[in-house]
């Protein structure tokens, strides 16, 4: 069946950095687009980053920009996304998403506090 595992998260504080995971099982990773997404409290969620199959285009959310970057291991079918000068507003829960088959992760949380 399909999985995505994300994997990474947790409490940082302001400045810091993360790198967050996703294990994708079940599926032809090799041959799907992926995103990353968030939702913080009370909020929508939103798109944080997406690439391409082969990872050769590469999306940001305007808030992100310059300091986030996603990118991908097909051989060892994850998906990564790197975050740097993490801010308190980029708390939020954190999912990856193959949208060609509408699955999402179970997410993980991040935490930017002093």
């Known amino acids: 069946q399909v999985q995505l595992v994300e994997s990474g998260g947790g409490l940082v504080q302001p400045g810091g950095s993360l790198r967050l995971s996703c294990a994708a099982s079940g599926f032809t990773f090799s041959s799907h687009p992926m995103s990353w997404y968030r939702q913080a409290p009370g909020k929508e969620r939103e798109l944080v980053a997406s690439?391409?199959?082969?990872?050769?285009?590469?999306n940001y959310g305007d808030s992100v920009k310059g300091r986030f970057t996603i990118s991908r291991d097909n051989a060892k079918n994850t998906l990564y996304l790197q975050m740097n000068s993490l801010k308190p507003e980029d708390t939020a829960v954190y999912y990856c998403y193959a949208r060609r088959i509408n699955f999402w992760g179970q997410g993980t949380q991040v935490t930017v506090s002093s």
């Open positions: 690439i391409s199959s082969g990872g050769g285009i590469i």
